[in-house]
């Protein structure tokens, strides 16, 4: 199984990318992840980021994205925090490309 | 990580023909498999963690017990004469052009294998009648295109034996999880099922603040404290919906559609947290015994909880194992009340509303909406809907007529029977196989173009959470809207009319302070 290199230590992750064990995350290695997936971490990504592992913290599941969506309005206001804004930061989904940035189990099933 | 390779262009192909016969490329989609389930997931479900070494053996031996099994089965290998009327009628291949999409060679992946080893021509003269050793590479075409097959019988309408490839599909992957070699996709969330009650793996704490959220968001939107009650005792209704209601969208939407029409109803009803999922996707593995332990929660949770009746959300194959399996895989329902279907679905549940005057519909609040619908194979193939002919293609368009101004249809040959696969059904819906979802959805995105060409189409709604979740990823690689894709109860949701909520209030003509005075 592959992983990510950081700094002499290896975090292994999945086929798909995502971290086989979560409590390994840390803010470098979300940088190192997001830099795989073709993408430069934002304040606007943190923000997403954030939320998404606080509200797994809490329910140990990543937050639907009408939960985002509703979530980021109330801090980004109504045009920066709709569905397509956050496709625009996460292009492959804030569900499954921004929970594997914050080093999260992928969200299974019909979605 | 990089799971799509492939020069196809979904936007220049998106246009033409839906149904015309592709260029052929052999062995264009070899290469597409789904990753290989692990130990772990393989374990949970009572399979061999990994290939085991006497697979060979073993895989002729489950056959065998499949043909015993299912005098179906044999049947299909039997009967096939080559006519060629299935040879273009699946998506897959007429998205890839590779020959072995073709129905009739998809099965000849087993039949030659069975004919091999189970029939006297195939086991003396194997070269006078195509009967194959199971090698291992025979292994990996089965792994490959038994993995591009959507169960979505739309060749079997078309072949005049009515063979199922389906069925041939679910043996094959039956096969392979009993000598080591599941998919990953399907077994881990099968495991989910047993494990936490659902597909996505949504605990009940999270499912319980995830309703409180959306019953926020109903009240803030209509005024009125419309509930999602979970695990309440005494109620008349089970509702039973997939776990992706709770969690992806345009699924929520709906969620929010069958809340409104329930709370219309005044009959009481429940979600459980025990039977969280509608979803049955051991179905899609072949696993009888799956089938049967996903399909028994359900069964218990309406004992548990007292209730009347079942009625089941937007989801396409669990439709089917519901409507053509439930009562043989944990019946009998004889504790419900047989005053009416056992079980139900939402659509029929609404529709008999509609019928009976009791919905209000506010239709100009659809009116940007032009809209189609697009058949789910498993509703449209493999069940029914009011206990009439059709009625699964006539109670969904009846209720987005009741709801929209603007409904069109697709071309006849791309719908209702012959409606096409989203490209994603039957375990497929797994981003490594993104390369074939996407050639496979492009008949169907081509007659969905024609409508939005020639009607100016802007939405089409389904009632499967697999065909919802699919194309809101296709769509846009098609040049649509992700958001062009809606839940058949978000028309509903729209338009709905509750008593006394701010929309009635609004459409009286009395406005927010006579509503605040109410």
């Not at chain 1, 934002?42 to 639907?64: G, K, M, S």
């Not at chain 2, 199922?164 to 679910?170: G, P, V």
């Not at chain 2, 069964?299 to 519901?322: N, S």
Request: charged share 25%.
């Amino acid at each position: 199984m592959s992983g990510y290199e950081m700094n002499g230590t290896i975090a292994e992750h999945d086929e798909e990318g995502y971290l086989k064990d979560i409590g390994q995350w840390n803010a470098d290695l979300a940088n190192l992840i997001a830099k795989n997936e073709n993408i430069d971490m934002t304040a606007d990504h943190w923000e997403v980021v954030n939320f998404l592992r606080d509200y797994y913290e809490e329910y140990q599941i990543a937050p639907a994205v009408r939960i985002l969506v509703k979530e980021m309005t109330k801090k980004f206001g109504k045009e920066k925090g709709d569905q397509k804004a956050l496709y625009a930061l996460f292009p492959y989904g804030p569900a499954k490309q921004a929970c594997k940035i914050a080093g999260l189990p992928k969200p299974t099933g019909c979605v | 990580m990089a799971v799509e390779q492939s020069n196809f262009d979904p936007v220049a192909r998106g246009r033409g023909d839906p149904v015309e016969m592709p260029t052929l490329a052999c062995g264009a989609m070899v290469g597409s498999k789904p990753y290989v389930a692990s130990p772990v997931h393989q374990q949970a479900l009572g399979f061999p963690g990994e290939l085991v070494e006497d697979w060979q053996e073993k895989a002729i031996a489950r056959l065998g017990q499949l043909l015993k099994e299912s005098r179906a089965l044999r049947v299909y290998l039997d009967a096939c004469v080559r006519c060629g009327a299935c040879t273009d009628k699946c998506h897959y291949f007429l998205g890839t052009g590779d020959p072995n999409n073709m129905p009739v060679a998809r099965q000849n992946l087993l039949r030659k294998v069975y004919r091999r080893y189970f029939t006297l021509s195939g086991r003396l003269f194997p070269w006078l009648v195509g009967a194959q050793d199971l090698t291992k590479d025979v292994l990996d075409e089965w792994y490959s295109y038994f993995h591009q097959c959507s169960q979505c019988r739309r060749c079997s309408v078309f072949c005049p034996y009515g063979i199922d490839t389906a069925e041939i599909s679910m043996a094959a992957r039956d096969i392979m999880d009993s000598i080591g070699l599941g998919q990953k996709y399907s077994n881990e969330i099968i495991g989910k099922v047993f494990s936490v009650g659902n597909n996505l793996g949504l605990n009940p704490k999270a499912l319980k603040a995830t309703l409180a959220g959306l019953e926020d968001d109903i009240e803030e939107d209509t005024g009125l404290p419309v509930r999602l009650p979970l695990d309440e005792k005494g109620a008349d209704i089970l509702l039973v919906t997939p776990s992706a209601d709770f969690f992806a969208s345009p699924h929520m939407e709906g969620l929010i559609g069958y809340a409104k029409v329930l709370h219309q109803s005044g009959i009481s009803w429940t979600l459980s947290t025990q039977a969280s999922e509608a979803a049955n996707f051991g179905m899609f593995v072949g696993s009888q015994e799956a089938m049967q332990k996903i399909a028994l929660r359900i069964r218990k949770a309406a004992q548990d909880l007292g209730v009347k009746r079942i009625v089941f959300g937007e989801c396409g194959h669990a439709w089917r194992v519901a409507y053509s399996f439930l009562d043989t895989l944990a019946g009998p329902f004889d504790f419900l009340d047989r005053n009416y279907p056992v079980p139900q679905h939402i659509c029929e549940f609404t529709y008999d509303l509609i019928e009976k005057g009791q919905l209000r519909f506010d239709k100009s609040k659809n009116d940007e909406v032009r809209l189609t619908f697009h058949d789910s194979c498993n509703v449209a193939r493999g069940s029914g809907m009011g206990g009439m002919p059709g009625g699964q293609f006539e109670i969904p368009r009846a209720i987005l007529r009741a709801v929209c101004n603007h409904f069109f249809d697709m071309a006849p040959e791309t719908i209702r029977e012959s409606t096409l696969c989203c490209g994603g059904g039957g375990g497929l819906l797994t981003d490594e196989l993104m390369d074939v979802r996407l050639k496979g959805a492009m008949p169907r995105m081509r007659a969905l173009r024609d409508v939005a060409d020639e009607h100016g189409v802007t939405h089409m709604a389904a009632i499967c959470a697999i065909c919802k979740a699919q194309f809101s990823k296709v769509l846009p690689r098609y040049g649509f809207e992700m958001d062009s894709i809606v839940s058949v109860h978000q028309m509903v949701s729209n338009a709905l009319v509750l008593t006394g909520s701010r929309q009635e209030a609004e459409l009286d003509g009395k406005g927010d302070a006579a509503l605040a005075e109410a």
